[in-house]
């Protein structure tokens, strides 16, 4: 029997089974785990040989897997936003036009703006329990420490417990700061040119070429005093205002401990699954895993083949594990539709200054996190609802992050907002074999709020097309990242901009190694212009929103900043000391 005849015989089985079973489940629970920064080469059922994720891969296997996910986003701020809301992040001001595309500190005025809708708030009014446990980087408050304005409880969940900006190196101690190049910047050179300066006058003076009065002297050792000072307050300061743990609007650790941190977030979801059985419910469980700085329980330290990271993954399966055993022992694994996935890609140019490697695999992809290479943008995606989805089936169709929004608001009953666009597209008639075809023709990668990329999946053809208007210029030259800023930025001399785009066919060159041109492929000059009139289209959907990612949004404001103390020199408290030293069983 030939391939494709066996290709048809499958999605007809898989439609069949569909049909079958779709109403088998009203108002299925939805549990969402979604990792940070994990890399699509990371898992196993993504070809990965040496890293062990027993859990993720039964998940796969249990199910459906994608084999062309893509975030809307390659940062976490904005590719979040666009999973809640089913919509690209620029539509709600969720995507940077500086080079800072994410929050960094608790107390900015920036995030998700109350009036756009989540999939948590649509749920919600359809009677789900609801609930978001880790990580949700989306903003906390707008004009005082106690609005919440973008706090998760404000956009649909019942229940926050987490982590309400995000985990840098600059949260674990010995770890290092994400702000080298800014404190160069800003500290290093103002630094130098001070010195420059002392020791020119000083020469002139001893030369008699020119008089130095005292007052000049002084006050540049005052100013370079007062910038070693800013420097220190900062790194002194940071950890306990930024790195934060929360229930609902309390702060319950500052700073947050990493000890069994995620043992203490998979406690939270299994008692939040054990006291939601008899009501549908959505958990979003949003793993800390496995971004920088990396931590895991001791009963994982040193066990994987991949050092820090490995041992971060692993402990990761393991919580997973955890969920669908609760699942197995209520009897709700049938009723429950369970979705594994990462925010973007892993980061490459995670390396620490030994040349330990503390971000992932990409697999075959090139990039990675903050730029729209495959690598950056291609995650995992897997779905598993026993007796509604064919369990091993494998879709090769390119679908997006976004797509949650849609598929789990009409499986709880919901209405689609009328009022705005949504760029998801609902996914239950492709999971279940009813149609073969992404309804995704085309799709728009965004660097920041700059359009990157287009992509285009023609109907009824196989080829998928790859359009970049620009490129961010690797260094060094060689090599897969951009090291010296420790990621790539979207604009300015730090990309290269192609007229006429770069095109490739991502469906025989995923690894995209072969740009085409008018010599190797006839049509290059009708794709691309079918391409830039899809740009032209989809930008002309677009509304002027506030810029939720402006400087003035994103820079640390003292009267948003949240205490846990009355003392706001000193915020620290610990109301987690009796869960924290609780270990694990493996």
């Known amino acids: 029997m030939s391939k494709s005849r066996k290709m048809k015989m499958l999605l007809l089985l898989m439609s069949f089974y569909g049909s079958v079973n779709s109403d088998a489940v009203s108002k299925p629970n939805i549990i969402i785990a979604m990792a940070d920064d994990l890399g699509i080469g990371d898992p196993g059922c993504y070809g990965n040989t040496t890293l062990r994720t027993p859990n993720i891969d039964r998940i796969a296997k249990g199910g ?79 004009n005082s420490r106690d609005d919440f304005c973008h706090h998760p409880l404000n956009h649909g969940f019942d229940h926050f417990y987490g982590l309400p900006v995000t985990n840098l190196r600059d949260c674990k101690p010995g770890s290092g700061t994400v702000f080298t190049t800014a404190i160069h910047m800003f500290v290093f050179i103002p630094l130098q040119i001070v010195g420059i300066a002392l020791v020119t006058l000083e020469a002139l003076n001893c030369l008699g070429l020119f008089r130095l009065p005292h007052w000049v002297f002084f006050s540049c050792l005052l100013l370079a005093a007062t910038i070693i000072g800013l420097l220190a307050c900062f790194l002194h300061f940071f950890r306990p205002l930024n790195c934060i743990l929360m229930r609902n609007h309390e702060v319950v650790q500052q700073p947050m401990s990493y000890e069994n941190l995620t043992q203490r977030l998979t406690r939270e979801a299994l008692k939040f699954i054990n006291r939601n059985t008899g009501t549908p419910f959505l958990l979003f469980l949003s793993y800390i895993h496995v971004h920088t700085a990396l931590f895991s329980a001791k009963e994982f330290v040193g066990k994987s083949k991949h050092g820090m990271y490995g041992d971060a993954v692993e402990e990761m399966d393991w919580s997973i594990g955890q969920i669908l055993k609760a699942l197995d022992k209520k009897k709700l694994t049938n009723k429950t539709l369970v979705y594994f996935t990462s925010d973007q890609g892993a980061h490459i140019e995670e390396v620490t200054d030994k040349g330990d490697i503390h971000g992932g695999s990409n697999g075959i992809y090139k990039g990675g996190k903050a730029n729209n290479w495959e690598g950056g943008i291609r995650i995992p995606g897997l779905l598993r609802w026993p007796g509604v989805l064919q369990p091993g089936t494998v879709i090769d169709e390119p679908t997006s ?49 700059y359009l990157n990329a287009v992509r285009w999946h023609p109907r009824n053809s196989t080829s998928i097309w790859k359009a ?30 192609h007229n006429p785009p770069l095109l490739f066919d991502i469906s025989k060159d995923p690894k995209e190694r072969h740009p085409l041109t008018s010599k190797t492929e006839n049509h290059f000059h ?28 994103l820079l640390w404001k003292p009267w948003l900043q949240l205490c846990c103390s009355s003392s706001y020199l000193s915020c620290h408290c610990d109301r987690e000391a009796k869960g924290r030293g609780k270990g694990v069983r493996l």
Request: one cysteine or more; hydrophobic letters at 40%.
């Open 64 to 142: 459906v897997k994608f084999t062309q996910h893509l975030a809307a986003s390659p940062l976490c701020t904005p590719s979040r936003a666009a999973f809640l809301t089913g919509r690209y992040p620029i539509r709600s001001g969720m995507a940077s036009r500086s080079k800072v595309g994410v929050f960094l500190f608790s107390a900015s005025s920036g995030g998700l703006p109350a009036n756009e809708i989540t999939f948590a708030k649509l749920l919600k009014n359809q009677g789900y329990s609801t609930a978001l446990i880790g990580k949700w980087h989306l903003g906390i408050n707008c």
């Open 401 to 449: 992050n976004m797509d949650l929004f849609p598929t789990i608001v009409k499986l709880a009953g919901a209405t689609l907002p009328d009022d705005r666009v949504i760029d998801g597209r609902d996914l239950m008639p492709l999971l279940q074999g009813k149609i073969l075809q992404s309804e995704h023709e085309f799709l728009f990668h965004y660097c920041n709020a």
């Open 468 to 497: 970049f208007f620009f490129t961010p210029k690797f260094k060094p030259d060689d090599s897969n990242g951009c090291f010296p800023t420790h990621v790539c930025f979207c604009n300015g001399h730090y990309v290269t901009r």
């Open 526 to 553: 009708e794709i691309l212009r079918v391409m830039q009139e899809a740009a032209d289209n989809h930008t002309k959907t677009l509304s002027a929103v506030p810029n939720q990612l402006s400087w003035g949004n």
